[in-house]
């Protein structure tokens, strides 16, 4: 409420006398009126002025609280001590501070019961003075046929098949579980070995994970959009018509986002947070505050903001701090290594393998839909592009009608499709796949042996790889956020020659190891848990070798499930049951993979683009075939 306004009353510089302003009457050639005032009449003014003080001023307060201008808010002590509770003081009003201590341009006033901080009266708030520390003390990772406890399915993914037989259970597996990289999250279902509990004595000291961003809008080039605006433009040409199980189509519209994370994947990464929590809180130092790793783009900022509300609590930013590195073409990123390797864009063999895979798997589906439409062309890259329309539309929507048109054997199918295209661009299959990855291969090694990185060789950022600000080294708890197909090229820089073996682009395989849906699901999690163990542990796990001193191991857990290093690594011991491989040996083994990957050749080099041009399977090592 703005008050009274009052003339402007100037004062002389030359001396203590007030200058009476000009009223409008006067005349503007007068001489300005000077007057020196007897003492009584200041004694008179004094008076007169606390007499109207004692008077106007509980009018003006009153005044005041009847229209909520003046408010009076609880003491601090009465806060914390919980008193303030009896008061019920319902139209308490705070003031609003920028963000960062920084004072707004205006004071904005709250009512109280709008007020979420600081909290007035938020009672007892002693948190426990243990931590979980669940993968310390798991006594396995199971429960009813070795499955994990999922968190709550929002989506409504019990849809009908087109050819529904009613089979059940492991009979026939959900498709939602083999849609590639468009999975909503679920655990792996194995890679060959048994979880086991850690034995007495041992303890996890370290953890370092990089996770995928969660469900999401198709990027702004998907085949879905295109499929929607041709479905459009054929519309409003007045030709089209649907019928039969495509007579939705009448009625439809593409009505999907760009890239930015939906429902499904924000509760994705905050389930990951507190499944993380659960599993390794007690590695939290809660005197201090960790850095934490995404990059620039929005899904990958909210996921890692998700991540962290589930880890921590809403409170999250008291715990870590969010290095947010620059997502884009020329920028050294190793949370996105693709996009300083100009050679990865030209890539394309297992594009090609899974073209020759779609052409074939979905022929009928073509024939069949194609009968259904009038003044529409229908042609396979349609039929593809309505399969991914499935599972984008039941992250974003709860439940999309497209996922009844295909059967089963389709299904499996369109997984198939994913795995090929993947493995011939990003990983074994791809001459560029061990380079993509390789960055963030140096920097887990790095943090290991406790020293920044100041070199290149590869597409990690040195000026923040450099310095233990951007880059600590005192953390037992390392949180990071990157991409799909960066991290099966991570998979790929490690070595992990378990999902090497090309694919055949002309039948199905059957189950085989590299399957996108068990890699790489939105919100996929990589987590490498150090442990440290009093003495050496028989590779059987039947107690622990007699003598021997302290020995650490690696242990690599993908998706919830255990990734057996000897399998890939022959420093590691294969025979071990639980997949796990000595600090030592594991160390070893990872001064292989930089000189492997040939960075500077397969992601900048220039030699003919012969070996770029390799067609699908002449690859199978992740990098520059070595005769070229």
């Known amino acids: ?35 020196k005032r007897p003492v009584g009449i200041y004694r008179r003014d004094i008076i007169s002025f606390f007499l109207s003080f004692l008077v106007s001023f509980p009018t003006v307060i009153l005044l005041g609280v009847i229209s909520g201008n ?22 308490n009003k705070v003031k609003v501070t920028g963000s960062g201590g920084c004072e707004p341009t205006q004071t904005q006033t709250v009512p109280q019961y709008f007020q979420t901080s600081p909290e007035l009266w938020a009672g007892p708030t002693a948190t426990g003075k243990v931590a979980a520390f669940l993968a310390q003390t798991r006594a396995g990772f199971g429960g009813e046929g070795g499955k994990s406890w999922v968190p709550n399915e929002p989506l409504q993914t019990g849809v009908p098949l087109h050819d529904d037989d009613g089979k059940k259970g492991e009979e026939k597996k959900g498709i939602f579980g083999m849609m590639g990289y468009l999975t909503p999250y679920k655990p792996a279902d194995g890679f060959g070995v048994d979880e086991w509990p850690l034995p007495d004595g041992a303890e996890i000291v370290q953890v370092q994970m990089v996770s ?4 999401r809008y198709p990027t702004s080039e998907a085949n879905v959009g295109l499929l929607g605006h041709r479905i459009k433009a054929a519309k409003k040409a007045g030709k089209f018509k649907a019928k039969g199980e495509l007579e939705f189509l009448n009625e439809w519209e593409y009505q999907l986002g760009h890239e930015i994370l939906v429902s499904k994947g924000r509760q994705e990464l905050f389930d990951s947070g507190v499944l993380h929590s659960y599993m390794y809180g007690k590695l939290y130092n809660p005197n201090s505050k960790i850095i ?21 609590g809403l409170e999250w930013t008291n715990n870590a701090t969010i290095e947010v590195i620059i997502e884009d ?33 979905l022929q ?51 997984g198939y499709s994913i795995d090929l295209n993947f493995y011939g661009n990003d990983a074994f299959g791809s ?51 990157s991409h799909d197909t960066n991290i099966i090229s991570i998979l790929t820089a490690f070595g992990l020659t378990q999902f090497a073996g090309t694919l ?87 001064d292989r993979m930089e000189g492997l990957a040939q960075y500077e050749k397969a992601c900048h080099g220039d030699e003919g683009r012969a070996w770029l041009d390799k067609p699908y399977g002449e690859v199978w090592d992740g990098a520059p075939p070595p005769s070229v």
Request: proline share 6%.
């Open 70 to 91: 003046i408010t009076f808010a609880p003491s601090d002590n009465t806060a914390a001590t919980g008193q303030g509770e009896k008061h019920n003081n319902f139209n």
């Open 292 to 312: 934490v790793r995404t990059t620039t783009q929005d899904r990958m900022l909210k996921s890692a903001e998700n991540f962290m509300a589930g880890f921590f």
């Open 504 to 590: 055949d682009p002309h039948k199905f395989p059957g189950p085989h190891n590299f399957t996108v849906s068990e890699l790489t699901p939105f919100g996929a999690r990589l987590d490498i848990e150090i442990i440290r163990s009093p003495r050496p542990i028989f590779a059987d796990r039947s107690g622990f070798l007699g003598d021997g001193g302290e020995t650490k191991y690696v242990h690599f857990v993908l998706n919830q499930r255990t990734i057996p290093l000897g399998w890939s690594l022959p420093e590691c011991d294969a025979a071990r049951v639980d997949g796990w491989c000595e600090l030592g040996a594991f160390l070893h083994a990872m």
């Open 329 to 361: 073409a020329g920028y050294n990123n190793s949370l996105a290594g693709y996009l300083n390797c100009p050679n990865g864009n030209k890539v394309h063999a297992g594009t090609d393998a899974a073209n020759i895979w779609i052409g074939s798997y």
């Open 1 to 35: 409420m703005r008050g009274p306004t009052y003339a402007p009353v100037h004062q002389n510089e030359d001396d203590n006398d007030l200058e009476l302003d000009e009223s409008p009457s006067s005349s503007r050639h007068l001489p300005r009126i000077q007057r």
């Open 431 to 481: 001459p560029v796949g061990r380079a993509i990855g390789i960055g963030y291969q140096q920097e887990v090694v790095a943090r290991l042996r406790n020293h920044t990185l100041g070199y290149s060789g590869s597409q990690i950022n040195v000026t923040l790889d450099n310095n233990t600000e951007t880059f600590p080294l005192d953390q037992s708890l390392y949180f990071d956020f």
């Open 364 to 414: 009928n589906a073509t024939d069949r839909l194609s009968k259904l439409i009038e003044g529409y062309q229908w042609t396979i890259t349609d039929t593809y592009a309505a399969q991914t329309m499935c599972p984008y539309e039941t992250v974003a929507y709860g439940y999309s009608v497209w996922c009844s048109l295909f059967t089963y054997e389709e299904w499996v199918g369109f």
């Open 212 to 215: 995928r961003h969660g469900s």
